[in-house]
């Protein structure tokens, strides 16, 4: 199994940039599919960006498109989220995730292990 902690966040105004990060430990980070999700309150957990294996594909949620860009570092073992143009919607814990698998990336039970989450907050 691996474990996940994510960095990084933090209180911003729109229009800022912010970059998450995500620490994996345990199994070699090389063989999970990861994704980022966040939560809003009151609202249920949704699909933000995600990124292959090796990070030749990238898939993006329409809402962030353009505005964020997910990477990954296999020998650091770190998924990065960057975030740019940020608006007060964006407002939400951001988590990661990781996947043996990568044929539904938005879906949100194809993720086997999960990061705590680091709160982003977007003022306007």
């Known amino acids: 199994q691996v474990q996940l902690v994510e960095s990084g966040g933090g209180m911003v105004q729109a229009g800022d940039s912010l970059r998450l990060s995500c620490t994996a430990s345990?199994?070699?980070?090389?063989?999970?599919?990861m994704g980022w999700f966040r939560q809003a309150p009151g609202k249920e957990r949704e699909f933000v960006a995600a990124?292959?294996?090796?990070?030749?594909?990238?898939y993006y949620a329409d809402s962030v498109k353009g505005r964020f860009t997910t990477s990954r570092d296999n020998a650091k073992n770190t998924l990065y989220l960057q975030m740019d143009s940020l608006k007060p919607e964006d407002t939400a814990v951001y988590s990661c995730?990781?996947?043996?698998?990568?044929?539904?990336?938005?879906?949100?039970?194809?993720?086997?292990?999960w990061g705590q989450g680091t709160q982003v907050t977007v003022s306007s």
């Open positions: 345990g199994r070699p980070f090389s063989t999970y599919f």
């Open positions: 995730a990781a996947s043996r698998r990568g044929d539904n990336p938005s879906y949100v039970l194809l993720y086997d292990y």
């Open positions: 990124i292959s294996w090796n990070g030749y594909s990238r």
